[in-house]
């Protein structure tokens, strides 16, 4: 029995208003986002990964300006959120296409470990966000030694 799902449906009806309308002549009636529902969940990808003291997110954002990119962290969640500026059309210019979408987005990912949220460091480079968070000094593995008797 499949299970009724709003978002995957609120995104087909979108794809069929989208339809309908190109046929009339408009090449994205009502594309005010530059994302669907679903894919503004998902937006901006990113890799997620962790070594024994450290875990490390990057996000893929390209043509967003890092200085308009807010980062905040509460207990074991991590928020991004920003701006892709439009698409800045020149006097004079002729657009022929224009795909890379603009709008805002937010995106929060949980983590799967506690974090120091005291030293966390963010760094930007040709488009990828890079975010280094200290694990919490409870979670790091400790040694034990063993003694002998």
């Not at 979408?101 to 480079?125: H, M």
Request: net charge neutral; no cysteine.
């Amino acid at each position: 029995m499949a299970s009724w799902d709003i978002f995957r449906e609120l995104d087909s009806l979108r794809r069929e208003m989208d339809e309908a309308f190109r046929g009339v002549g408009f090449n994205r009636p009502m594309a005010a986002s530059f994302l669907s529902p679903q894919a503004a969940r998902r937006f901006p990808l990113v890799n997620l990964s962790e070594d024994e003291g450290h875990v490390y997110l990057e996000a893929l954002l390209p043509g967003v300006d890092p200085k308009q990119t807010e980062l905040s962290v509460l207990r074991n969640s991590v928020s991004i959120s920003g701006e892709r500026k439009p698409f800045a059309e020149q006097r004079g210019q002729i657009v022929h296409r224009s795909e890379l979408g603009s709008g805002k987005f937010t995106r929060t990912l949980e983590i799967p470990v506690d974090i120091n949220p005291d030293n966390i460091s963010a760094q930007y480079n040709d488009g990828i966000l890079r975010i280094t968070m200290p694990k919490a000094e409870h979670v790091r593995p400790k040694k034990i030694d063993i003694s002998v008797s």
